[in-house]
């Protein structure tokens, strides 16, 4: 699966999502550094990639307006990679069942925006 992480997601997410055998790649490195919110939606719509994010505001208008697939960390940043780590296969399939999906992540558990609907 392929992921695009947000501009607030530590490294280590990446590099646990890799280790797992997954694509994942950064705003930056693919030119969109200084992009919004949108954009990046757009772009990760366009080229089949789910958004992961720790932004609450951004992951709000996601769950409002659902376009392709986001993965929202409801965690400190120092507990994210563990905590997606953990959820990592419901993750994938929850997505991999469904168009257009939020996935909330926290040590919780996972909900997705189906049963915010």
């Given at each position: 699966?392929?992921?695009?992480?947000?501009?607030?997601?530590?490294?280590?997410?990446?590099?646990?999502?890799?280790?797992?055998?997954?694509?994942?790649?950064?705003?930056?490195?693919?030119?969109?550094?200084?992009?919004?919110?949108?954009?990046?939606?757009?772009?990760?719509?366009?080229?089949?990639?789910?958004?992961?994010s720790?932004?609450?505001?951004?992951?709000?208008?996601?769950?409002?307006?659902?376009?392709?697939?986001?993965?929202?960390?409801?965690?400190?940043?120092?507990?994210?990679?563990?905590?997606?780590?953990?959820?990592?296969?419901?993750?994938?399939?929850?997505?991999?069942?469904?168009?257009?999906?939020?996935?909330?992540?926290?040590?919780?558990?996972?909900?997705?925006?189906?049963a915010?609907?």
């Open positions: 699966m392929r992921f695009l992480l947000d501009h607030d997601v530590d490294a280590v997410v990446g590099r646990m999502l890799r280790r797992h055998g997954h694509e994942c790649l950064t705003a930056s490195q693919v030119g969109l550094a200084a992009a919004t919110d949108d954009a990046l939606t757009v772009w990760a719509s366009e080229h089949e990639a789910v958004v992961v720790t932004d609450r505001e951004f992951s709000r208008r996601r769950m409002q307006n659902a376009i392709g697939h986001h993965v929202w960390l409801r965690c400190p940043d120092w507990d994210a990679a563990a905590i997606l780590e953990a959820h990592l296969v419901e993750v994938v399939n929850r997505i991999e069942a469904r168009s257009d999906l939020t996935v909330r992540v926290s040590a919780d558990g996972l909900t997705d925006s189906s915010w609907s």
